[in-house]
């Protein structure tokens, strides 16, 4: 059964920085891409970042282009969101994601077979 356990979220002041870390279990973790989605209150679940098995390629929004980066430990079973020079926009429960496919990235919510419990990122101004 593959799990996915977030952790790392919380309040934090307009410019400062958290990171989420996401620890996956029940499958070979690095024959599978993984990302991240958030979901502000009132809106629809939407992509935020991306990373290929290897980590040797990374897809953003264009919202968080530069302030986010996500990576990967395929040693650790766990995928990384680095989130700097965040901004009231930023709030939202952020979620880890994993495909169906081997090999696959998830860019979109219908790629996505797995999700993780949710993290909740409060930004105040």
């Known amino acids: 059964q593959v799990q996915l356990v977030e952790s790392g979220g919380g309040l934090v002041q307009a410019g400062g920085s958290l990171r989420l870390s996401c620890v996956a279990s029940?499958?070979?973790?690095?024959?599978?891409?993984m990302g991240w989605f958030s979901q502000a209150p009132g809106k629809e679940r939407e992509f935020v970042a991306a990373?290929?098995?290897?980590?040797?390629?990374?897809v953003y929004a264009d919202s968080v282009k530069g302030r986010f980066t996500i990576s990967r430990d395929n040693s650790k079973n766990t995928v990384y969101l680095q989130m700097n020079s965040l901004k009231p926009e930023d709030t939202a429960v952020y979620y880890c994601?994993?495909?169906?496919?081997?090999?696959?990235?998830?860019?979109?919510?219908?790629?996505?077979?797995?999700w993780g419990q949710g993290s909740q990122v409060t930004v105040s101004s």
């Open positions: 029940g499958r070979t973790f690095s024959y599978y891409g």
């Open positions: 990373i290929n098995t290897n980590g040797g390629r990374t």
């Open positions: 994601a994993g495909p169906k496919a081997i090999g696959t990235m998830p860019l979109k919510d219908v790629d996505v077979y797995y």
